[in-house]
């Protein structure tokens, strides 16, 4: 049976669009943990655990359901793969959605409603072609529709932001499928308003919006957007406000169900139970994700910073292909007003909350702005074709577009090739393989080692009898029942410091006057407990970061005739200040050509430590163990500037 290519693309171009941007993301994706989250949210999707704030139940449970099947992978590369496919889903999402609006382009301009549209006759070298939009006295081909709708499609696919969240587990691969049908049947539901009034529609976006809310907040920056389009269809009147009752009415239900899930599961004391929302004062602290809001609104300064860092990484994000999108931003206020008012409120919206909000990682914020964007490029492949149209070469526009889109692709690519990375595989196992039988590791490195530890620990059981703790979660309430389920015995020594900093630690998660200087004491207290009632059967180690900061300023404070001594990868707490042995490095950790922040800060722990060993040694006299570390340095960290102390050891 023949098929017909023309008629299959045409029906099929956003599964088409979407199984391409996938293919491409197969190379690009992470076969192991990455930095900052991606240990503990598969770990939380596999054990049906609790993640950080604000809980991310659609996205822990989908991703336990597909962590349930028979695939021939790591189950950290099955989780990066389901990112990988919520990216691609949400493109052909989107592509679809461009083809929708372009359909109905009459009905988003008041100057060309559908209904007053007077017909133009198309010229005969025109004819024959199933369909075509009428804009401003130009005709636009079927076939120009479809090229602007995956071209826009693969615009926003291979920016920077979207196409990283494709290569690692993350819950903002679910944010944007989530994102781009909210706005598909936002858009369904508009223009079916407009010849009906069934709210079919509308109760189909409200779920769709409840499903976005259990998986991110930041949902919420689209409804400035959502109110300008409903009420233009519907006004401000009663009839309108309990049409909103109705889709209230489907909203909150499956928005109880889903998050019923974090008290569900912390009742069953899971391995990673972040915030233990376990009852209605903890679960809605949980749900707001209130421990980050002091990083919230925090400052005009910060604000200031955060919207430079938008506007400098612009270019970064998509290149030359920016200059179509901002052709687009005219022509889509001429083309199609009223989609350019709601996608402008979108980006306006959320721009103005993202840089708000003062943290280092803040990129995956701007996401829905930079949809809007893709849609401006939309129109902007629509004004390029008015410009080129009369040119008979029918391969200048598509020519110009693929060209952009190369040097997009091209500039993003090593930036967000996560392929054969496994620098933080790598190091999570070598850090704690390198400690003693049942050790106790004090850190804070969470985005570099102890985030993974949560995948490997748990899931793959790596090393299990580790005590690995967080020393800036020890400041939450909830952190001490994960340890103590975890370690049994591990606060024993201590729980009389644990109880009088959990009391005082009450007002201070409610948001009320509680006293520093007391929580200040007993968290001090706790850590110098922790070491002294563990130490004469446990081995305790404390990470660099630590001993640079805490202890330089005296926060932390060894027992009495306790030291430390740099081991590998850590510094190991010893009795007394005689010569202790270190063993041999046998790890290896794969650096790849092309660093990020985090990998050189991995290096950099790596190599400080080492060098800090080799010092040990030749204050001791050890000239040959010396030795032995500055080599394992010249080999293993190739970026690595060897201090100038060591020279003379190699001499």
Known sequence: MKIDLINFSRKYFYLLTAFFVFVVYLFT??????????????????????????????????????????????????????????????????????????????????????KKQKAKKIKKKDQGKKKAVIINDNVIPDGVQYLAAVFGGLFLAFSKTFWFQSTSVEVYSLHLLLLTLIILFLLKAFISSVSNDKIFQWIIFALLLAFGFTNHMTTLLILPGVAYLYFLRFGLNSSSLKRIGLMILFFIPVLIILYSYLPISASQSPLLNWGN?????????????????????????????????????????????????????????????????????????????????????????????????????????????????????????????????????????????????????????????????????????????ISSSYYYQNIEEYRKDVAIIDKELLRRSWYYNQLSNAFPGLFDGVQNDVNEFLIALVPFERGEEYDSQKLETHFRSIMTGLVATNIDEKDFYVAPEVFEQEMQRGEFVLPEGYTLVPDLFLFKVVKGNQYYPAPDFNYKIRFPEKRNYYINMIETFVGTMLTRRALYERDFAKTERAKYYVQKIIENLPNYKLPQVLDSIMD
């Open 277 to 449: 929302p376990i009852d209605l004062e903890r679960i809605l602290r949980h749900i707001s994700g209130k421990q980050y809001q002091v990083w919230l609104f925090s400052s005009t300064a910060a604000a200031k910073k955060q919207f430079i860092y938008f506007i400098e990484t612009l270019p970064l994000e998509f290149s030359i292909s920016l200059i179509i999108a901002a052709i687009g931003l005219f022509a889509a206020f001429i083309k199609a007003k009223r989609f350019f008012i709601f996608l402008i409120i979108t980006f306006l919206s959320t721009v103005l909350y993202s840089i708000n909000y003062d943290i280092h990682d803040i990129d995956s914020y701007f996401l829905l702005a930079y949809i809007c964007l893709a849609f401006f490029t939309v129109f902007g492949v629509l004004k390029l074709y008015e410009l080129t149209g009369k040119n008979k070469n029918v391969f200048i526009l598509p020519g110009l577009l693929l060209v952009s889109l190369i040097i997009q692709f091209y500039s993003n690519f090593d930036t967000v090739n996560q392929q054969g990375i496994y620098t933080f595989e790598d190091y999570t196992k070598a850090v704690v393989g390198s400690v003693t039988e049942d050790a106790i590791i004090f850190s804070y490195q969470w985005d570099y080692f």
């Open 29 to 114: 994706m992470a076969p192991s943990v990455v930095q900052i989250d991606s240990g503990e949210l598969a770990a939380v999707q596999i054990t049906l655990g609790i993640a950080h704030p604000t809980g991310y139940p659609l996205f822990t449970i989908i991703g336990y359901l597909f962590s349930l099947l028979p695939l021939p992978f790591t189950k950290i590369f099955q989780m990066n793969l389901l990112a990988a496919i919520f990216c691609s889903a949400s493109v052909g999402v989107f592509v679809y959605t461009v083809k929708l609006v372009l359909d109905n382009l009459g009905l988003f301009n008041p100057k060309e409603n559908v």
